[in-house]
């Protein structure tokens, strides 16, 4: 189980080269993943939007712009580094009238329940420090009939590309990401995030258990990363 303290002083740490790294280690996939989330993402003008654990804001700039200027979107993190980098580039994208930036922790939302028509997750699922509470919450804000989607790092079923894939990421990716100049540690983590974490199949059992209906699972890179959608019980 992921320590909380751990996770917040990590990301910290990378906040400043948390983007350009992305594009490295995902030998640029990253671009190709967000179009993928877009596409998933049955978002609507005027939809009230929550992205849990927003980091820099890539995924909450996209949201924003299916909401269009009738619409809301709120990023959440834990880390204020983090948010910091998000806030300078929702003022360079101009959005600032349509986004909310707030610290807070995924699992404990400080809104009221049935306050969102869809919340999101971008690769923070992994690092929470319970992944059913986290997806309970999630469930909780969302009004009946709204989805939560995810997009986070998972792991191939090909047992050749699975094998090379975590041959990468659990002993490449610590050295790789040590190169951004913040050492080892913090990749070592990201890496280290993905052993407990389910693989596709098993994160949709995990929405389905929480309550969510209709969910659904999208691989993504031979696997290497996955998209889930789930939505409320309701009208």
Request: glycine share 10%; charged share 25%; hydrophobic share 50%.
């Amino acid at each position: 189980m992921p320590d909380e303290r751990h996770v917040a002083e990590v990301f910290r740490d990378i906040a400043r080269v948390y983007d350009p790294m992305n594009r490295i280690l995902t030998f640029g996939q990253w671009g190709r993943w967000q179009r993928a989330f877009a596409r998933f993402a049955p978002v609507r003008t005027g939809m009230r939007v929550l992205d849990v654990g927003c980091g820099t804001g890539d995924l909450t700039l996209i949201l924003a712009r299916m909401v269009g200027p009738e619409g809301r979107v709120v990023g959440l993190d834990l880390v204020p580094a983090m948010l910091e980098v998000a806030r300078a580039k929702v003022a360079r994208a101009g959005l600032g009238d349509r986004v909310e930036l707030v610290e807070g922790n995924a699992l404990a939302l400080p809104f009221p329940d049935q306050s969102f028509d869809a919340v999101t997750a971008g690769f923070s699922l992994r690092n929470v420090a319970d992944l059913d509470r986290a997806l309970a919450e999630m469930l909780r804000v969302l009004r009946p009939g709204g989805f939560a989607l995810s997009l986070d790092v998972s792991k191939p079923t090909h047992p050749w590309v699975r094998a090379a894939f975590l041959l990468f990421f659990y002993h490449l990716v610590p050295w790789i990401g040590a190169l951004g100049g913040r050492g080892r540690r913090p990749y070592a983590w990201l890496s280290e995030s993905l052993r407990a974490f389910p693989d596709r199949e098993g994160l949709s059992r995990r929405f389905a258990a929480a309550g969510f209906v209709r969910v659904e699972d999208r691989a993504l890179s031979f696997g290497a990363a996955a998209l889930h959608r789930a939505w409320r019980p309701g009208p």
